[in-house]
Structures are given as structure tokens and as C-alpha cells.
């Protein structure tokens, strides 16, 4: 697994084709939270989520028709409706083989989850009754996904059996060697089992995480009424140029 956040050309840079979803240039909470972001720290250096290996991305045009059945006819008569982008399902594998690739870890799944979450209770900044943030998505080259905004309907994991868990803390700190193990692989000198303990995980706040897991995103495409009246052009979207987004106010169209 490459370091997510190791990227000589920059993540804004063109050459850059991983795909990583991340939040508006102007959004200001969660891991663009002024004050600490605790797990989600490890977020920080790589503005959002870089899928360490290329994910299964499922994206679905349809044009909708009203079909009309003459009387005595051989043929139905269809009518244009309307189009849409359907649901986008992002299907991405996971693997952490040290304590900084499973901070790494941690801090994805709880990004997704508190992405389907609204701000509710105690939240001032955003004000109570704030839906849940809009995400944007990049990836796999200028005409695939360039700033395309959505938003995450759905996320699921599966926390598998058949694999080694291994220690995540709750900072972006990978300094302590203590816990670069796997479960079951802290063999004493000799190769002499250590004696169980069950106490660590609430005095050091260890979290366990698998080495390879496989998260689900379900998302759908945002597209502003600005943006499907003032700019919108099949001569323009065909050529590409809409799908082109930038890091201002044009986000990619779908």
C-alpha cells in the first residue's frame, strides 16, 4: 500500500489521477475543523480521502420516456420525459499494515459515517438543522472526476473475520512503537506467547481495525439550479468542457 499522503506532484496537480474525495475549499468543520479534529486528524495532510488502491466506481445515465400505444397499431409512440444521474456506488478496498496506515483507516470510516449525519443538538457553526456536508470527488483524470459535487446517501463496511486486526490509536501519531503489532503477532523473545491483556484499550485509547477491509459509498450527484440553467450546453458538456471543474465556483458537471 503506497503512503496516501506521500504525493510529489501535489494533490492539485494534474498528474495526480488517484481518486480522493475531500470537502469544499470553504468548509470549516470536520477535519477542517479549527479546533482539534481528533481522529479524523490524519485527514488533514491529504484534504480529505485518498483511496489507496483505484476503486470499482458504478455511474448510471438514463434518459426517461412515456410511451404512448396507439389503437390498431404495430409500434408504441415514445415520449421524452426527462434525465438524470442515478445513484454513484463507490466500492474501495482497504489495507493497513502499521499503526499510521490504521490511524489512516479509522479516520476514513469515520468520515464516511459522519458524512450521512446532519448537525443537530449542540452544533452552533454550522446552525441546528444543517443537512449533512456536500463532498466532492476527483479522480482518474481531468474528464472523469474533477470537483463533481454529491452527497453520501449511504455507507457500509464490514468488519471481516477472516483477517489480523491491528492497533489504531486515536491521534495521527504513529511514534509509539507499542502498538505496530498485529493482534496475535507479539511473540516475547524466544517466541514465548505475552500474557493477555484485556485494559489497554481504555488506557491508551487503542482502537483494533482490520488489515484489509472493503467500504461501500452510495452517493448522488448534486448539480445546482445556477448551474443546470446558466451553464449548462449538450454542445458544451459533449465537448468536455463541463466536466472540467476548477477549485473555485465551477464544480464539474455529471
Known sequence: MTDPTTNTDGFNAAADWRVRMKL????YYLYKNANVPGILKPLIATDGVVFPYTPQINVAYTASYDSVGPTHSNYKIHHYQNSAVDNISITADFTCQDTFEANYLLACIHFFKS???MFYGQDQNPKIGTPPPV????GLGAFQFN???LIITNFQYNLPKDVDYIRATNTAD???TSTLALIGGQLEPGGT???ATFTDTQDQKITYVPTK???TITC???VSRNDISNRFSLKDYASGNLMIGDQGTNPGLW
Do not use: E, Q, S
Request: proline fraction near 12%; hydrophobic fraction near 45%.
Open 135 to 138: 463532498a466532492f470527488l476527483f
Open 24 to 27: 469544499g475549499d470553504d468548509a
Open 213 to 215: 477491509i472493503t467500504l
Open 174 to 176: 504513529a511514534t509509539d
Open 147 to 149: 470537483n463533481h459535487p
Open 115 to 117: 458524512m450521512t449525519k
Open 220 to 222: 448522488l450527484p448534486v
Open 193 to 195: 506467547r505475552p500474557v
